[in-house]
Every structure is written in C-alpha cells, then in structure tokens.
C-alpha cells in the first residue's frame, strides 16, 4: 500500500495536452499513423484516462508527436453527434479507432467502418451488445477491454459498508430506467444489497443538469450511504455530485479515482491501469500488425481501492484498519 497524494498536476498536464497535436501534423509527416479517440464525453472529464493511455501507448513505442498522431473527436454530451465524428475519423483515414465510454461510442464506429480496427474500452458486454461473436474469438475487426462495470458495483457495496457499517439503507444514484445500462447494473447491486442485508434504494438522475432532486429524495429516504453510477456523464458532472454529497453529508463510493482525488470519500476502479492496457496491449499491437481478430477481448488486470482521509474525517467517519491495509492509495 502507497500512502501519498500523487502527483495529480502532471497528469493533468500530459492530458490537457490532448488536443494540442496540430491538426495539420499528418501534412508535416504523411508516414506517421493516426490513432482515432472517439468518447461520448469531454477532455476536462477524462485527462486521467487520456494521459494513462498515452502512457500505455508510449509503452508499446508510439510517442505522439514522433512517431504516431492521436485525433480526438469528444462528443460533449450529444451523443447524436458520434455517427459523424466516427465517420470524420474513419475518412481521415485512421489506423486504429479507440471507442471509449458508453456503448455509443462503438456503435458509432462499428456503424461507420467493418475494416479499420476498433479498439472498445467501457463498462459494457461486447458479446451481449453484438461488437465480437466471442471474448476469446471476437472476430470482425473490433476488440479492447470491457470493463463489466455492473460486476464492479457488488464489490463496491461491499468495501461501502466496511467503511460505512452502521448504513442499514443504501441508495443507488442511477441514470434514467431508459438507458441501457439501468436493467444490468440495478439488477447486479439489488443481489449484493440483499446478500449484505441492506435496504437498496435506487434513485434515477433523468437530466444531466438536476442532481439536486435525486440528492433530496436519498436523504428523505434515509440513507446512509450511497453508490454513484457508471455512466459517463456523472464524469461530466463530478463536481456537483461532489458538492451534494459533501452538503448532505452521505458517506459514497464512486465509479472512478477523479472523483476521490477531487474530494470524494472512495473509490474502486480499473482507472488509469485500464487506459494503459489500451494504449500499451491493444493500439500498440495494432499498429505494429496484430489483427483485431487475434487479441482477446480481457478485463482489466487490476483493480484500484483508492481512499480519502480527509474526506473521511470531515463526514466524521472512522476508516477500519483493515479497509485502509487493503487501499492502494490514500489521500491525505
């Protein structure tokens, strides 16, 4: 266990570069491939994972700017806008397209090309949802890591209620009933809440923009604890979630390290270790010749519990020897 602050200004330097590669670079070096970035999101919610993949990708002996060019394409939020931003990449061409967060993102690829390797990286079952015909044998020309974020969350409830034992009522802040991510990932938490002997209450965010009703409703309902959701526009909107929480002063796991390195209590991700595997195992093996079809769609290798200290203290919390034996990283 390392008990530090990392060094968060540098990696936000490596990731707010993520724009600054002049798009007239493949004018000034015809030879040097282009890595697509496709995202649903935006770069000030994703400069961690950006900066871990050009790590990973460094890894694999492609530095951006020398010998290999990354073009990103943020959907911002509007998701009716990733068909064509695939489409922008695949027409540039692109060697490789990584399709990161939400299952649009590889929908839009997919839907935009069947021969230029696309590379997934999100919470979701590409076998479920029709990217590969297997994990092992994905066939086609898509592959990458999956996440299966909706196993994550039983684990987070249970590190939840080490930290927070005396929560008899925990909530579930979701995204809306309609979105695809609803059924698998409530149905998963409700069968670890009820193995635990918690009450499970699941409260939906219908707007990107209203957090303060869902917040209202967790603490009307008496919960002691809760669980923020997977789905990528929380990352957009990480800062409210945080100031609610802090304001209601409910003790809550979140689904990545920003969130605690920006005042959360907890996490418990893949987080950084995830955007290298993409960047060093998958776009690095691609560009060097690997067909899609023979790198295994894999879960991610290791799994981060990160914990704040003074968070925890603020909310007045206790945090058990044993849980903090077990963090891989404590903030101060």
């Known amino acids: 266990m390392a008990i530090h602050i990392r060094r968060r200004e540098f990696i936000l330097t490596l990731g707010g570069t993520a724009a600054a590669w002049p798009l007239t670079a493949r004018a000034q070096q015809p030879s040097v491939p282009v890595v697509g970035f496709l995202h649903p999101g935006s770069l000030a919610a994703n400069r961690y994972f950006v900066a871990a993949f050009r790590q990973g990708l460094a890894e694999a002996g492609f530095v951006e700017g020398r010998n290999v060019a990354i073009e990103f394409r943020w959907g911002n939020n509007q998701l ?34 069947s021969t230029i390797p696309i590379v997934l990286a999100g919470g979701i079952d590409p076998v479920k949802r029709g990217f590969v015909a297997s994990l092992n044998r994905p066939g086609g020309n898509v592959t990458g890591l999956t ?14 209620s080490q930290m927070v034992p005396q929560a008899t009522t925990v909530a579930y802040l979701s995204g809306p009933s309609s979105s695809l991510m609803f059924e ?7 069968k670890a809440a009820q193995a635990l002997g918690r009450e499970f209450i699941v409260v939906e965010v219908r707007s990107p923009f209203d957090f303060e009703a869902p917040f209202a409703t967790i603490a009307q309902r008496g919960a ?17 979630i945080l100031g609610l929480a802090a304001r209601h002063k409910i003790p809550a796991t979140y689904p990545g390290q920003s969130f605690v390195y920006e005042g959360g209590l907890m996490s418990y991700s893949a987080g950084r270790d995830a955007a ?24 991610p290798t290791k799994f981060e519990l990160v914990i704040n200290l003074k968070t925890a203290k603020a909310l007045g919390l206790d945090v058990p020897p044993l849980l903090l034996a077990r963090a891989d990283e404590v903030i101060e």
């Open 147 to 160: 996440l299966l974020s909706m196993e994550l969350l039983g684990k987070r409830l249970e590190l939840l």
């Open 276 to 299: 290298r595997q993409i960047g060093f195992q998958y776009v690095g093996q691609l560009l060097k010749g690997v067909k899609p079809s023979d790198l295994p769609v894999q879960q």
């Open 80 to 113: 009716g806008q990733l068909p064509a931003l695939a489409a922008d990449l695949v027409g540039l061409p692109a060697a490789v397209i990584v399709a990161a967060g939400a299952a649009s993102s590889p929908l839009a690829a997919k839907n935009a090309t």
């Open 184 to 190: 698998e990932d409530t149905g998963e938490i409700l």
């Open 224 to 240: 002691g604890a809760l669980i923020v959701g997977t789905f990528p526009w929380f990352f957009e909107r990480r800062a409210q």
